[in-house]
Nanobody, 121 residues
Framework: QVQLVESGGGSVQAGGSLRLSCVAS???????MGWFRQAAGKEREGVAR???????TYADSVKGRFTISKENAKNTVLLQMNSLKPEDTALYSC????????????????WGPGTQVTVSS
């Protein structure tokens, strides 16, 4: 059983930065992991995902501003968010799937509870 816990959310002004962390337990680093977000009144959307080999996929809305990475020794996936915009405000959740991603946005079975990110203008 994979368990995920996110941290690093908070409130920041537009143009600022935040770094989100997701620590996985019951998990090996050779898995596909992703970050998703859900804004109030909107559907959840994929933000970024990283495959076991380090290959990445990003949503168009965050390309060039967000970076996903892994710290294998710590079973941790990071999301560095720069140049934040008010429209980035959402609950950010970490997700995992055992094995490879195979597609850009697989059906992740494991989810963390999420961490809130609020960007003010």
């Amino acid at each position: 059983q994979v368990q995920l816990v996110e941290s690093g959310g908070g409130s920041v002004q537009a143009g600022g930065s935040l770094r989100l962390s997701c620590v996985a337990s019951g998990y090996t680093y050779r898995n596909c992991m992703g970050w998703f977000r859900q804004a109030a009144g909107k559907e959840r959307e994929g933000v970024a995902r990283i495959d076991y080999d380090g290959s990445t996929t990003y949503a168009d809305s965050v390309k060039g501003r967000f970076t996903i990475s892994k710290e294998n020794a710590k079973n941790t996936v990071l999301l560095q968010m720069n140049s934040l915009k008010p429209e980035d405000t959402a609950l950010y959740s970490c997700a995992a799937i055992t094995g490879r991603c195979w597609v850009d946005w697989p059906a992740f079975p494991y989810w963390g509870p999420g961490t809130q990110v609020t960007v003010s203008s």
